[in-house]
């Protein structure tokens, strides 16, 4: 049985070579015929287990689906099976540059998406790279709210790589195409995901310049962004770990994207994080367990 299929396949390629050829009365190869035998030697390739051969046949689909103007998603796919993903995503990106070559840029970007998805798990960099790609595409066509989409992505995935600079800029690009859209309160949820980020790159100036810019944006003085982060910078300048704490722990911070999230619980304040209080006011709080008790009974409410 398994000689047959492997019998089949090559038929179905010969039958595939016989459709491209050309001759006096043919002037013009048969992509599509050539490219529907292709996948079915693949296919019995595939049956046979001889994937090496399975990729080879579903490239040559994929190049007559090309030449006919149209593309394929089976090559990669058949790659994303036999667990090739970084080939796979190679191919991907190949075909996202015909997409927009042939005036298709959304589907460029969604494969893009696509790709990085399915990088995500083996290699945070790549993914990075396509959804900032898939992000330029989408701005080129004017679709903002797309392109901010994918560097949402990018600028999570950036922070958890710990590459703080590149996230700080990407924050920045998403936060301008948020006001751009006029989606301000996203801009204030960018703006404390800004703050967490230069903090933990003990950027004090660049953390408050992004809160003192926001001022300029419409709901933002008096806002519970604005409340929490000026407490929070505050507790931060002052190396008051207590507040830093409390800020740091309630809704507003803990419920962003978890990467965020984690950012706000493990941030530290310079110098120890001690607490900057009167010996006389702790006294009066009746010690340290009547100073955790209000800390809790506050914890969240500045939300």
């Known amino acids: ?47 046979a287990k001889m994937l090496e ?25 058949s790659l994303q099976d ?9 191919y991907i990106e190949r075909a996202s540059m015909m997409y927009v070559e042939n005036g298709t840029p959304d589907t460029a970007a969604l494969a893009l998406d696509r790709a990085g998805k399915l990088i995500e798990s083996q290699d945070l960099a790549k993914a990075v790279d396509l959804y900032q790609k898939a ?15 994918m560097l949402g992505k990018s600028s999570r995935l950036l922070v958890r790589q710990h590459k703080l600079d590149e996230a700080a800029v990407s924050i ?16 204030f949820k960018k703006t404390s995901a800004q703050v967490l980020v230069h903090l933990h790159r003990n950027d004090f100036v660049a953390a408050d310049k992004c809160v003192r810019e926001s001022y300029s944006l419409p709901g933002f003085s008096g806002s519970e962004d604005c409340i929490a982060l000026e407490q929070l910078l505050q507790g931060y300048d002052e190396q008051d770990e207590d507040q830093v704490h409390r800020v740091c722990n309630s809704p507003l911070f803990k419920y962003m994207d978890n990467d965020y999230a984690k950012l706000s619980v493990s941030l530290r304040v310079p110098g120890g994080g001690k607490k900057k209080k009167a010996p006389a006011a702790d006294a009066g709080e009746g010690g340290a367990g009547a100073g955790e008790a209000d800390e809790d009974e506050y914890a969240g409410g500045l939300c």
């Open 172 to 187: 920045q690009k998403e936060k301008n195409m948020y006001k751009e859209i006029e989606n301000y309160p996203t801009c």
């Open 53 to 77: 051969e399975a990729k080879e046949a579903y490239l040559q689909e994929a190049e007559a689906h090309t030449n006919n103007k149209t593309l394929f998603h089976a090559t990669y796919v």
């Open 82 to 90: 036999m667990q090739r993903i970084p080939e796979a995503i190679q």
């Open 1 to 47: 049985q398994m000689a047959a299929k492997i019998n089949e396949a090559h038929d179905h390629i010969a039958k595939a070579e016989k459709y491209l050829r050309t001759s006096f009365m043919k002037w013009k190869p048969d992509y599509d015929s050539a490219a529907s035998e292709y996948s079915k030697a693949a296919v019995a390739f595939k049956n």
């Open 135 to 149: 992000a330029s595409v989408f701005e080129n066509e004017d679709r903002l709210r797309q392109a901010v989409e």
